[in-house]
């Protein structure tokens, strides 16, 4: 059996945006910045998917929504724009947290080096960032808020419209990246105060190398790719309409869909949880219910999350270990120490990401193989050996 179960990584391109596509590539070849006909009716097809994408988040008008080629473009340009163009007003503090996505993380370390100064916020045990910590660490200096709607990694849902509402009675921008909630998770820009906002479209069955930023009007943003006046002057580049209206058809389908989806895949991800919980000596990480519909985040002591992954790769499984943007690297996931969890137990973590297209038997499957991993890999370890017969303490 195959079971594909790493869609926070990446989605499957959807029948509906495949078919989309292939339709823009037929017969919306034009470039929407010329004049001819063949460009101008790309141009309607590219305004069409503008709206399409500002209606799934509420977004007041559509020329708030800017096409970039992923979340981590959109992630950077809205960081450098919120910290620069507020610098000249004495607004050099940003606020975040310790379990971000790198292209965040590694934004707000570039903007250290600029002369900003950046909190970096620990959430609570549960993943779950408290709203008294936020409050707390804004400033008069604070120019932006960034923190994730929801973790990649262990699935923890932030309290969004809380945080907003905190930034916009002090008067502070508030961004959050976006791209593991959107088309999973309501989400309603104008209602919970956010001020920008990042996703991806192949998190949600869409074409890779294409992404959103949404900012509210009024907002200045700066360029991160100079060299044309394509989306309104702000993002250098011939406009990608095949893959931009491929994405906008893919979130609507998901947002459509959304509750009928996620009842399925919420019982299938506490099927999950409680199909692995009698495992000795494993947790689950991140909060057991504010948690995106289809993650499972497990600690398993005595074993490497990398061995567990590969062992399960034999059978025909696809999931992950630690974050999948850095799955090359063996340090543990951030996320998971930046909430507290031993590294021992963050060595062997797995994450399984479950969507609507997984089945019962497909999560049946996934329990037996990995009780069996687990059994293997750790009859054949030293440092479990030594767990068991108390010559080292157990972390879980």
């Known amino acids: ?103 965040i993380l590694h934004t707000m370390r570039k903007l250290e080096l600029e002369g900003f100064e950046v909190t970096y916020l620990a959430p609570k045990a549960n993943g779950i960032v408290d709203v008294d910590d ?95 006046a394509q989306e309104r002057g702000k993002r250098a580049g011939t406009v990608n309409v095949p893959g931009i209206a491929a994405m906008a058809a893919a979130l609507k389908e998901g947002c459509d869909n959304m509750e009928a989806n996620n009842e399925k895949v919420i019982a299938l991800r506490d099927k999950l949880i409680k199909g692995l919980a009698d495992i000795p000596h494993a947790q689950l990480n991140g909060d057991p219910v504010k948690r995106l519909p289809g993650n499972v985040n497990y600690s398993f002591e005595g074993v490497e999350g990398e061995s ?33 969890v031993p590294i021992e137990a963050a060595h062997g973590s797995l994450r399984f990401s479950l969507n609507e297209e997984n089945t019962e038997e497909e999560v049946d499957f996934i329990i037996e193989k990995v009780h069996k991993v687990v059994e293997l890999f750790r009859s054949m370890s030293p440092f479990w050996d030594a767990l068991e017969k108390g010559e080292k303490e157990h972390c879980i």
């Open 134 to 228: 936020v409050a707390a660490a804004i400033t008069d200096k604070t120019a932006l808020v960034s923190i994730m709607f929801a973790n990649n990694e262990m699935g923890a849902i932030q309290p969004i419209p809380e945080i907003g509402a905190i930034c916009k009675e002090r008067g502070v921008l508030f961004h959050t990246d976006a791209v593991q909630a959107a088309a999973h998770i309501p989400i309603d820009v104008q209602a919970m105060n956010i001020d920008m906002l990042s996703l991806s479209g192949h998190k949600f069955h869409g074409p890779k190398g294409v992404g959103v930023l949404y900012a509210r009007n009024g907002i200045r943003l700066l360029n991160v790719i100079e060299g044309g």
């Open 308 to 340: 567990l992954l590969l062992g399960l790769d034999n059978y025909g499984i696809a999931c992950s270990s630690g974050s999948a943007c850095t799955s090359e690297s063996l340090d543990p996931s951030h996320v998971l120490l930046g909430m507290g």
């Open 1 to 103: 059996m195959k079971v594909y179960a790493d869609n926070a990584a990446t989605t499957y391109l959807s029948k509906t945006a495949k078919e989309v596509l292939l339709d823009c590539l037929d017969n919306y070849n034009g470039n929407p910045n010329s004049l001819h006909t063949d460009g101008q009716l790309t141009q309607e097809k590219l305004d069409e998917a503008r709206g399409i994408v500002a209606a799934c988040i509420n977004a007041k008008n559509p020329n708030e929504i800017y096409f970039t080629s992923g979340g981590s473009e959109a992630d950077n340009q809205a960081l450098i724009s919120a910290a620069r163009a507020n610098k000249a007003k004495g607004k050099t503090h940003l606020i975040t947290t310790n379990i971000e996505h790198h292209a």
